[in-house]
């Protein structure tokens, strides 16, 4: 289903206030001679690849479930990463009775808004997928919100799919906190054993669908260029998208 800007499904509703706010933030600082402070995206850099990974594997697919934020900007980016042969949006954390937008954006239902990795282990490992995702994806210093996003179903969250995918993170958050690689601690948690259910049809692809939507524009689409920058290796421009790994009727 293709999502209209004013219809009863937009995520965001009150982006409208939210861009008028921040343009008007611009004009006033542009006048007064003040830059307002960088961004996620505008400050994004490499970071050291984990030290710890997961072994060589036969198997030809694995999955990772993350949380950073809005799905919209997590399920673009990793959709343009080589050896990611799908990325759903959807809900992890909570009970599959309340897996649904209008449920979750309450707040209070234990899901985050996650992104499902479907990827080859032998094109791409679980730890550069995390290497992506801590240093492109999402601001993982940031506590239950990313951007102008606030409540814990915007959290910094891995769910990881085995006790392998756990100690690889876990030795990750570790390796990069004591590197001092951010301004501040990682406080990205660790959720194993839950569930990942995919979010409404109207979600899926919606950064390649809306490139021109005032909220991609400003939020996602700079990490769309720091992948590209920060990691030619792994880019592909012409991203997996879900409608096209879906069997047709």
Known sequence: MTQTINGPKTKHSHWRDRFAVMFMALLLSAGLGLRPSPSFAETARIIPTPAFDEPTTQATSEVAVLAGGCFWGVQGVFQHVQGVTNAVSGYTGGDKSTAQYETVSMGTT???ESVQITYDPRRI?????LQIYFSVAHDPTEFNRQGPDVGTQYRSTIFPANAD?????KAYIAQLNQAHVFNAAIVTTIEPDQTFYPAEDYHQDFLTRNPTYPYIVFND???IENLKRLFPDL????????AATRPSN
């Open 165 to 169: 995918q756990s100690r690889i993170a």
């Open 110 to 112: 234990g899901h985050a």
């Open 221 to 223: 689409l700079p990490k």
């Open 235 to 242: 880019y592909r421009s012409d991203p997996v998208l879900v």
């Open 125 to 129: 490992t679980y730890g550069r997928i």
